[in-house]
């Protein structure tokens, strides 16, 4: 479930570091009784597996702890990093501090990235992965340092990020070359995508595992509550000018708010 109103608050646009504590066996468990989801994710293996999977050596003690707990959940433990993004619905990547007590990206499966590569970022910082977004490490990264090196075992808590995508896809793979939201605009055309992440100790190995789990809502939907298509209107117009154009909305967000309102 997305919690627009919490995503949206009646306020300006700020980065935000909302955690609510969170189960992590139900977050992995498969919930698309479809069974589409996984068909999209072993598609996407099955073409490009170098694209949406990968390892470090440094992460394969992070990978052997992972499936233990995994295996806890009752969820599909046997073979490489691949196989079990094949079996399991989110995405996830595995941190590990480093000799500096940074946390790295150690490894993980990516398959539905929402515009960027998971071997670009392989083996390097938060910062430098978090670099990329205008503002947020000035904003919350020594906050965000901070929770991972503070997690506990045992427990586990969600947040969720949020963009704006011009097509239901779930995969946004920079290779792909599919177009941000472009004039003229209309919200049955444009969908709320939202990550919903999982973060918890990995305490054997002092890392951390960080699921992502994408869920797109169409935008005339969300503009049918009065208070949540105010909230995003606000964030569009508040947000800075270089957030905007790395969101990919500088060239609509003006159009996008007014359209927001109108709805209400």
């Known amino acids: 479930m997305i919690n627009l109103r919490e995503l949206f608050p009646a306020e300006d646009f700020r980065f935000r570091m909302t955690m609510r504590r969170g189960d992590p066996a139900h977050f992995f468990r498969a919930q698309d009784a479809s069974g589409r989801l996984l068909q999209r994710r072993r598609y996407w293996l099955d073409q490009h597996p170098a694209l949406y999977a990968g390892l470090m050596p440094e992460g394969r003690p992070l990978l052997t702890e992972l499936k233990e707990l995994a295996n806890t959940w009752g969820l599909e433990t046997k073979g490489g990093i691949s196989q079990l993004a094949r079996h399991w619905e989110p995405d996830f990547l595995l941190l590990a501090p480093d000799q500096t007590d940074r946390f790295r990206l150690m490894g993980g499966a990516l398959c539905f990235p929402t515009?960027?590569?998971?071997?670009?970022?392989?083996?390097?910082?938060?910062?430098?992965?978090?670099?990329?977004?205008?503002?947020?490490?000035?904003?919350?990264?020594?906050?965000?340092?901070?929770?991972?090196?503070?997690?506990?075992?045992?427990?586990?808590?969600?947040?969720?990020?949020?963009?704006?995508?011009?097509?239901?896809?779930?995969?946004?793979?920079?290779?792909?070359?599919?177009?941000?939201?472009?004039?003229?605009?209309?919200?049955?055309?444009?969908?709320?995508?939202?990550?919903?992440?999982?973060?918890?100790?990995?305490?054997?190995?002092?890392?951390?595992?960080?699921?992502?789990?994408?869920?797109?809502?169409?935008?005339?939907?969300?503009?049918?509550?009065?208070?949540?298509?105010?909230?995003?209107?606000?964030?569009?117009?508040?947000?800075?000018?270089?957030?905007?154009?790395?969101?990919?909305?500088?060239?609509?967000?003006?159009?996008?708010?007014?359209?927001?309102?109108?709805?209400v």
């Open 115 to 263: 515009g960027w590569a998971l071997g670009e970022k392989l083996g390097h910082t938060l910062d430098f992965i978090h670099g990329v977004v205008p503002g947020l490490n000035d904003s919350i990264g020594p906050a965000i340092d901070q929770f991972l090196h503070g997690l506990k075992p045992g427990l586990a808590f969600q947040r969720s990020n949020w963009g704006i995508a011009a097509t239901d896809e779930l995969n946004l793979h920079p290779a792909r070359g599919i177009k941000s939201p472009q004039q003229p605009v209309s919200l049955d055309g444009l969908w709320l995508r939202v990550e919903n992440q999982m973060l918890l100790a990995l305490p054997k190995n002092h890392g951390v595992l960080f699921g992502i789990r994408v869920v797109l809502q169409r935008l005339d939907e969300v503009g049918r509550e009065a208070e949540i298509a105010t909230g995003l209107s606000r964030a569009l117009r508040t947000m800075t000018p270089e957030l905007a154009i790395y969101k990919g909305l500088a060239q609509v967000r003006e159009p996008l708010a007014d359209l927001l309102i109108e709805s």
